[in-house]
């Protein structure tokens, strides 16, 4: 098991996100976590990475609880949602510094080249796209080799070369045998990659399972309508 | 936490505003001596300059990285950091570069100058290190007030008027109690609220240190009895130290609990 989550509630002021998240993660899948606009998947995936704090209930992450510990985010690559990053260091300064943060070896030359941005590691944060920053993003998450692997909206802003790359990096990790969670709103995109779906809605799991099984308890036979009907269709 | 000072400080002196800050004091230090002409003269001056502008500028300074480098803060809450290292690092990072702005600005004019033949190096050093407390207490005030409020007009908001209260309004309430309670003995009083307001005890103690408390009656005598001693400078540095220590206390206890 490389998560294990244990009713998981957490409150924002009144508004209740996360209400008794009963989750586990088994090694060497991709799970998609869904659901609409602020269902609380950032909330469960920063809950994972200790960002966020949980009212009650308790995660552990490789068989360890994670509660005030940090070491265990040693074995999780994360690629946040919004790439900003300071803007007045350079990109391969950036890179140089969440390498010398992590002290772990990493493989970023080979990304690099694979996202071609040889010709921005000289220029400043600042300058760069939106799509441009993303890819930097990626590689920042890429280039160690840790079990776990959690992508928030990993697809925003990138082109469809840089996408078909994307997709070919999170094949080639899953044959190492690691886990993948992934947000994204882009059904086509999650449907390519996914092995299992995890269906938040209003701060419960609302559907796990694979694909298949999805559509056959919609029945629809197109994915993103399996996901819109999800919530009208009954099911046990 | 150290390389997270080691960036939070590189990624500081190079931006455009510790330059202009670094500048202004050069320019400051160099104008002052121009114009009065002699170390001590410009000590003086320049103390009630730097009293009330540190204080502002590490406010200022300390809000404004804090919310600037937000995202910055969650790209490292992923990594395996400690939370409280990270913003301890932030925290001496910024501090830290005000403070070599402080030192650099104002020591090269003075050293220019021949400071180091004058007599007046104590007194200068004493200023230096006071106006590096008032740094440290400041940055660390304004990073509390900032990790507290997710909105930064509020966070701008209580971080200007904290500075405000202490620099301006503190005094103002303090002289109106010396008024309205002048038929009571006051001196234990004043004592205790200079101390208690980290920009008064700084004041106090250069003003002491600079030999001029005669200007200052009956009151500075009994300032001088206190301040003067040996053991009135050292319970003044430790105050300014538990300042110093207190913000950072409740930027731990802050960091822990905060949501990202």
């Keep these: ?236 | 936490m150290l390389k997270i000072l080691k960036y939070s400080f590189y990624d500081l002196i190079r931006s455009r505003w510790s330059y202009v800050y670094f500048l202004f004091y050069l320019a400051l230090g160099f104008v002052l001596l121009f114009l009065n002409n002699d170390v001590s003269k410009a000590v003086i001056t320049l103390m009630n300059v730097i009293i009330v502008l540190i204080p502002l500028i590490g406010t200022i300074f300390g809000v404004m990285y804090y919310y600037n480098s937000r995202e910055f803060t969650e790209l490292l809450l992923a990594q395996p950091i400690k939370r409280s290292s990270i913003f301890l690092g932030q925290y001496f990072g910024v501090a830290g570069s005000l403070t070599l702005s402080l030192v650099l600005g104002l020591g090269i004019p003075f050293v220019l100058y021949g400071l180091l033949r004058s007599n007046a190096i104590f007194d200068f050093s004493l200023l230096l290190v006071t106006g590096a407390f008032l740094t440290f207490i400041f940055v660390g005030l304004s990073f509390v007030i900032a990790i507290s409020n997710e909105n930064k007009i509020k966070g701008f908001g209580y971080a200007v008027l904290l500075w405000l209260f202490l620099a301006v309004v503190y005094d103002g309430l303090f002289l109106m109690s010396l008024i309205v309670f002048e038929e009571y003995p006051l001196d234990t009083f004043s004592l205790v609220a200079t101390i208690l307001n980290p920009i008064d005890l700084s004041r106090i103690l250069i003003l002491l240190k600079l030999d001029i408390s005669a200007l200052l009656g009956y009151t500075g005598a009994i300032f001088k009895q206190f301040f003067g001693t040996n053991l009135g400078f050292l319970i003044s540095l430790a105050i300014l130290l538990l300042w110093t220590i207190l913000p950072l206390l409740g930027l731990r206890y802050k960091a822990g609990k905060k949501d990202f």
């Design chain 1, 1 to 236: 098991m490389t998560i294990e989550i244990n009713k998981l509630h957490k409150q924002f002021g009144k508004n209740q996100v996360l209400k008794g998240v009963d989750l586990s993660i088994d090694k060497g899948n991709i799970y998609a976590i869904l659901g609409p606009n602020g269902s609380g998947k950032t909330t469960l995936i920063k809950s994972i990475l200790g960002m966020v704090i949980p009212n009650k209930g308790q995660i552990s992450v490789l068989g360890e609880p994670i509660k005030k510990g940090w070491k265990y985010r040693k074995k999780i690559d994360y690629l946040p949602q919004i790439a900003n990053f300071p803007p007045n260091i350079k990109v391969k300064e950036l890179i140089g510094m969440i390498k010398d943060l992590r002290n772990s070896p990493s493989e970023e030359a080979e990304l690099i080249d694979l996202f071609g941005l040889e010709p921005f590691l000289n220029k400043k944060l600042a300058t760069l796209s939106g799509g441009t920053k993303q890819k930097v993003n990626i590689v920042l998450t890429f280039m160690f080799d840790s079990p776990l692997i959690i992508l928030d909206e990993p697809t925003t802003g990138l082109d469809p070369k840089a996408l078909i790359h994307l997709k070919e990096l999170i094949q080639k990790e899953k044959a190492n045998g690691k886990t993948i969670l992934i947000t994204s709103h882009i059904m086509q995109f999650v449907e390519e990659v996914a092995d299992e779906i995890v269906y938040l809605l209003e701060g419960e799991i609302y559907f796990k399972g694979c694909i298949g099984k999805l559509m056959e308890q919609t029945e629809q036979t197109n994915f993103e309508h399996a996901i819109a009907a999800i919530t009208t269709a009954s099911h046990a």
